[in-house]
Every structure is written in structure tokens, then in C-alpha cells.
């Protein structure tokens, strides 16, 4: 596509304009394996379960480590908005984060090579999905226009060639697929091992399951969007954290007029978790799917809500008003929707624009 040079996107790590978040209750030496991508990069580590223990980071990262104590001292009563031995804890890395990007990362991950036997450098993909837009309005049937060697197709507006800023690149899993546990169950020698070399824009009012594996997004645009949710310990329901971000997210950027982007880059899912402890975590999620994506494909925002933040702040209202007759638990996400926003303002508080004297733009 004219006008984006993807090489020099390529070449240009952003280094300081990304943190990579890990959630982790293992831990993190698949970092060794992926020192030639990820060294420049800042780390913040989110160690879940027991923080007494002492978890080895790999020689010569960057990182900032927090455990449990360290989420409780710093967001104090409102720490119980972080979920506790359950991945989504991996938001509150997204909330003291102050880059323009985030990239997430489980600790089972490792670097996978394309179909030439070249190892895949998922920053790089991820960031050109990023800074390349989005193209919510109309499907291109050659997929991502805006990569190398392709372009729109015939019939594609010239209205809409424009695209719209990207706001999520959803990357994908090859060995171990993101399934949930019935179908782990009855397919338990699976393994993803077809690479498919697209990227597409995810469709305005469509939505999709989002997985936290190999996860890239925008946090100045959608980052109050990206809450994982309350699950794990405490909570009748786990493994959900994700989808629950993905469809809160997806609705804000529709909403919000910004793209969301799926496929490369892939990277090499390692272990597959225990299908009968995943049933446990997850059956309720089960049921309630057939009512959350409902809702969340109904959901409309007012002209109101023009930032994430007041997004979430109305799909919060919607969730207690419409999901509670599902069950008494989303009384309690509603309210720690709520607490997270306000952590996220708290940690997060607008920049001040300034005027070309360098006084304080006033606010309208
Ligand atoms: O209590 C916990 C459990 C796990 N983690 C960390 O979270 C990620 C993902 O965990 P894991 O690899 O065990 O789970 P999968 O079933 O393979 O992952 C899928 O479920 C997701 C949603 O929960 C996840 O993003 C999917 O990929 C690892 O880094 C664990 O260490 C945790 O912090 N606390
Ligand atoms: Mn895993």
C-alpha cells in the first residue's frame, strides 16, 4: 500500500513506546528463548499466587517486578479489582505501564518459525499491524491492504481506503490452540499446525474471542478497555478474563471509530493446560457466553462516552442493569469495572495540554 514504509516500521523497534506484560505463576525462562526479540524491550512482570515466593528473572532484561503485596500497597481497597491466581491479573501491568503500546505474553510461549524455517519476530508484526490502520467498514477479500505486496481490491471504495486507526493486533498459536475445555476434552491430541499468512480487520459490529496469549494494543486509545475482569480465587468463574476485555474492547473501538486486527504474527504455544481443572474454572462461563456476547453485540454507547474511559464507565452501568438477572456476580464485576477506571484515572491522570505560551489549555 502506497505511503507506509512497512520496512522502516519493521526496522524501528519502539522501544520506548512499549512495555511487554507477563502475567506469571510459574516461571519466566521461556524469556531466554526469547532474548533476540524481546532483550530491548521493558518488562513488567505480574507475579501471581503466594508473593513470597522469589521468581528468577533472566539475566540482562529490564523489567519492573510486582507480586501480590506490591498491587496491594499500591492500589490499597482498590486492589481487589485485580484479579487474584487467574492470568487476567496481567491488567494491572496495562494500568502502570506509561508506554503508547503494550505487548502480552503467557509464560509458555515461545518463538515459532514461519512456514521458510525463519523465526518470527512478533513485536515487529504486531507493531505493523498497529501503525498500519484498520478497515472496519468493508472486507478486503486479499485481507490487510496496507501489507507488503498487496493492496485494496477492485470495488473497494476509494471513500474507504483510509482505514481507521488500529487499536488491537490479536496475534495467533500454533501447537497448542486456545480451546476451551469441552473441546480440549474430546480433541486432546490436537495441535494447530496450519500457519496461515493473513492478517484481517475484524468487521465493524462483529465480534470474536479474544486470547491474552500473543496480545498487542494501543493503550493511550483503548487501554481503560483492556480490563481482564474479576476472576480466579474468590470468583465463581476463571479462564473468561480475556473474552471479557475482548468484547468490552471490541465494543469501545466500534464505538469509538478504531480497528481491531487478527492473525500473524503466530507464536509456539507450549503446554496445554489440565482440561478437567479448566471445566472446573470455566463451566459457568460456559452458560453465561450465551448471554454476554448477546449482550455485548446489542450494546450501544452514547455520543457521550467519546474516550474509553467513559465507555467503560457506561458499559459497567449496562452490565449491572442487564446481566445481573443472569446472575448476582455481575453486580460485583459492574462494581469492580467501576474501582478499575478509577485506579486506572488515579494512576494514569490526564496529561494537561498547553497552549503555544505554555499556559494550560482550559477545558471546555
Ligand atoms: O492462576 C494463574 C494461572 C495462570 N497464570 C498465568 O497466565 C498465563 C496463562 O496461563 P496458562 O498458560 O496456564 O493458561 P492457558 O489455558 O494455556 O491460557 C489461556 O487461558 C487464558 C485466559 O486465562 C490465557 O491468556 C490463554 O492463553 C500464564 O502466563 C500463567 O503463568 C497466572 O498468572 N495465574
Ligand atoms: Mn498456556
Redesign the pocket.
Known sequence: MAGYNLEAIEAAPLKDDLDIV?????SLDFLEQWRPFLHHYHLII?Q??DPSIKIRVPEGYDYELYNRNDINRILGPRANCISY??????CFGFMVSKKKYIYTI???CFVAKDPSGKDINVIAQHIKNLETPSTPHYFNTLYDPFRDGTDFVRGYPFSLREGVQTAISHGLWLN?P?YDAPTQLVKPRERNTRYVDAVMTIPKRVLYPM???NLAFNRELVGPAMYFGL??EGQPI??Y??MWAGWAAKVVCDHLGFGVKTGLPYLW?S???NPFV?LKKEHKGLHWQEDMVPFFQNLRLSKESDTAAKCYMEISNMTKEKLTKVDPYFEKLADAMVVWIEAWEELNPPVKKKQSDGKDVKAK
Open positions: 507477563i502475567p506469571t505463576i510459574r505480574v501471581d499466587g491466581k487467574d492470568g487476567g491479573c496481567r503467557d509464560d509458555d497448542i486456545d486470547c491474552g496469549m476472576m480466579g476463571s479462564r478474563d480475556d504455544h503446554k496445554a493446560s479448566n
